[in-house]
């Protein structure tokens, strides 16, 4: 490569079509590409693998505005790591390899010195990897640092020696998997008095997402930016055989939603669910079941401003017994529309499992929910539901059939279990109404709660 060739490439390629460069390039026609390779001159071709701006994908490339932290959350593989080695290298490098860029005091912080040396620095996505030659930083083992051709400096640390952070100064700062961190209030506080340098002192975080009290504190900050990606955004650059292992395994759980897509799961405290319970009770297919139900929590009004309307398949094994009944939650048909919408929905899942019968609440449709699914099939066996308890209690009992494992999740119930997660005894934590989680409520009051009640009244008679 030419000295000073990225620069120059720059010159003959805007920001706007570095941004969407790649895109149009996978696109293009062969001629197309062929007569823009062609035109370019020798520098810019030559430059052309170490412009990122040009190959990144969206979530890679800072966002504009005045932050001061930058949040890469995203799955596994999801192209993290190479955008903060290349948010690094934008910050050192200058309009030649000897000029000054905008940093010269950078902070390489991860979990470990081991981690920060092989991800970090030498890793497939790291910053030696990601720098052209003429550009390329130095590694000095003995002091556990980077330096740049023009002096900058990018000094490693772990996240178990926060006090490692007491003195040092810096003008920037890559954070690596800050969600894993054992000591990461401690050590994102050091990291914080330590980034006083220049003007505008910034940092980049990548992390796949956990529930930890710093990173929810960082993302409400009103200095901070996000950018996410699921793993799948990256799939050009990942083994197909890993795509779809992950996928057959942690597609459709609460795992996956957090390791694949790149998602912050919230736990509420003295929530009636956790993330842990629920992955115990994962299935990968259920039994023969004794009696299978569609139940359904209606949204009365329809439109954009409409609560979803809670459509949850379940059925039941009733062999033995009745408190050793299992019961399994078999789909979540939910959907958001007018009536004829979710009633059409709720008859279909009926068809697809073969549901005997079909629940609703009506305490707030009255007779409409019931004239609206008859609307749709006339004969259908349909049964009312009134709710006599706030949600939070009505849930309750459900909750101990969880923790007592008899009641079972197959995969694809992403968005129900984070609703089950938010659900405490006082109410729900969270935006809106958990439409599917009542859905999932009545479903289980109908299968195994009522039978157990009504087997059980007689025997309290006779007392």
């Not at 052209?132 to 178990?160: I, K, M």
């Not at 709720?346 to 609307?375: C, F, T, Y």
Request: with cysteine; aromatic share 6%; hydrophobic share 45%.
């Amino acid at each position: 490569m030419l000295p000073g060739g990225s620069v120059q490439a720059h010159s003959t390629l805007t920001r706007h079509e570095t941004r969407s460069g790649a895109a149009w390039l996978a696109c293009a026609a062969q001629e197309e590409v062929d007569a823009f390779l062609g035109a370019l001159g020798e520098n810019a071709l030559a430059s052309l693998p170490w412009l990122f701006e040009f190959w990144a994908l969206p979530h890679q490339l800072p966002p504009e505005g005045d932050w001061k932290s930058w949040v890469i959350m995203g799955g596994r593989g999801a192209g993290k790591t190479r955008a903060g080695a290349e948010w690094v290298r934008a910050q050192v490098e200058g309009a030649t390899p000897e000029a000054p860029g905008r940093a010269r005091r950078v902070a390489l912080v991860s979990e470990t010195l081991d981690q920060a040396r092989d991800v970090m620095v030498f890793g497939e996505s790291g910053i030696l990897a990601s720098s052209p030659p003429d550009r390329r930083p130095v590694w000095e083992a003995g002091r556990r640092r980077l330096v740049w051709p023009n002096g900058a400096v990018a000094q490693l640390y772990s996240a178990h020696e926060p006090e490692a952070l007491r003195g040092p100064q810096f003008d920037a700062a890559w954070v690596d998997e800050l969600a894993k961190w054992k000591k990461a209030e401690e050590c994102w506080d050091m990291l914080q008095f330590a980034l006083r340098l220049g003007e505008h002192p910034q940092q980049v975080v990548t992390t796949t997402p956990k529930n930890v009290a710093v990173l929810k504190r960082l993302l409400r900050q009103s200095s901070t930016v996000t950018t996410h990606a699921p793993t799948d955004a990256n799939r050009a650059y990942l083994a197909e055989s890993f795509l779809a292992e992950v996928q057959a395994r942690y597609g459709g759980t609460r795992l996956g939603r957090q390791e694949l897509e790149g998602l912050l799961l919230e736990d509420v405290e003295g929530a009636l669910w956790s993330a842990g319970l629920l992955e115990r009770c994962r299935v990968e297919a259920a039994p023969a079941l004794s009696r299978i139900v569609v139940a359904v929590d209606p949204a009365v009004t329809g439109g954009a401003a409409a609560d979803e309307c809670g459509i949850v398949v379940a059925g039941v094994v009733s062999e033995g017994p009745v408190t050793q009944w299992r019961a399994y939650v078999l789909e979540d048909a939910s959907v958001r529309g007018g009536p004829l919408d979710w009633a059409r929905a709720a008859i279909a899942a009926m068809g697809r499992h073969g549901a005997e019968r079909l629940v609703a609440e009506v305490n707030q449709g009255g007779d409409l929910v019931e004239s609206v699914i008859r609307q749709v099939d006339p004969l259908v066996p349909f049964r009312a539901l009134r709710a006599g308890r706030g949600k939070g209690l009505r849930a309750e009992p459900v909750a101990a059939l969880y923790e007592q494992g008899r009641v079972h999740h197959l995969r694809g119930l992403g968005p129900l279990e984070e609703q089950m997660c938010r659900m405490t005894v006082a109410g729900y934590d969270g935006k809106g109404s958990p439409d599917r989680l009542d859905a999932l409520v009545w479903a289980i009051h109908e299968l195994v709660i009522e039978p157990a009640a009504h087997h059980l009244r007689p025997a309290v008679r006779g007392l």
